[in-house]
């Protein structure tokens, strides 16, 4: 099984700042790699896929990198509704599996 | 609008059995594999299970084979997740999702399973 690390666990970031998510895989998952983000009592939505590819009408301010087994998820100039848990999640192999999740909070 | 509706979750006694279903609008179902996943209280996601578009194929992680099984009747645009033999770390939130390759484009809101004496 691929273990998905994420860190940090939580960042404390301001309005308009950048924030810099990290993903590591336990073994090379190419670019097999997506990022979700939720909210609270919400479902998950998909932002990335292939590593890079934002999905349908996911603002340009959401970008993501690497490949192999590190990865990052950078939110350019963070918005109040972007302040919520991160996923990343490989889908190189069964089973898929998920990080633990970085909170973004204010 | 595409749509994903989550339901049967309940509080059952551990051991007890339960159907979730997952009713489907808005895309050509038979032509997506579709996946449960989900989440404890609190916790993160764990992917559950995934079947093929046609049905014919199904997947499970190895720590749930054997006890749920995934379907669908996509003469109803419907899928189902039968889930036997429930512990209380089943409880959770259970999604189910659009695949999207093996990633989830779409998500219902999720149904409640509370396993509990």
């Known amino acids: 099984e691929i273990v998905m690390t994420q860190s940090p666990a939580t960042l404390s970031v301001s309005p308009g700042e950048r924030a810099t998510l990290s993903c590591r895989a336990s073994?090379?998952?190419?670019?097999?790699l997506a990022w979700y983000q939720q909210k609270p009592g919400q479902a998950p939505r998909l932002l990335i896929y292939?590593?890079?590819t934002r999905a349908t009408g996911i603002p340009d301010r959401f970008s993501g990198s690497g490949s192999g087994t590190e990865f990052t998820l950078t939110i350019s100039s963070l918005q109040s509704e972007d302040f919520a848990v991160y996923y990343c999640?490989?889908?190189?192999?069964?089973?898929?599996?998920f990080g633990g999740g970085t909170k973004v909070e204010i | 609008e595409v749509q994903l509706v989550e339901s049967g979750g309940d509080l059952v006694q551990p051991g007890e059995s339960l159907r979730l279903s997952c009713a489907v609008s808005?895309?050509?179902?038979?032509?997506?594999?579709m996946s449960w996943v989900r989440q404890a209280p609190g916790k993160g996601l764990e992917w559950v299970s995934s079947?093929?578009?046609?049905?014919?194929?199904?997947y499970y992680p190895d720590s749930l084979k054997g006890r749920f099984t995934i379907s669908r009747d996509n003469s109803k645009n419907t899928l189902y997740l039968q889930m036997n033999s429930l512990r209380a770390e089943d409880t959770a939130v259970y999604y189910c999702?659009?695949?999207?390759?093996?990633?989830?484009?779409?998500w219902g809101q999720g149904t409640l399973v509370t396993v509990s004496s």
């Open positions: 808005g895309f050509n179902f038979k032509s997506y594999a």
């Open positions: 999702a659009k695949n999207l390759i093996r990633t989830f484009d779409i």
């Open positions: 079947i093929t578009g046609s049905g014919d194929t199904t």
């Open positions: 073994q090379s998952v190419i670019s097999n």
């Open positions: 999640q490989q889908y190189k192999d069964r089973p898929l599996t």
């Open positions: 292939g590593a890079s």
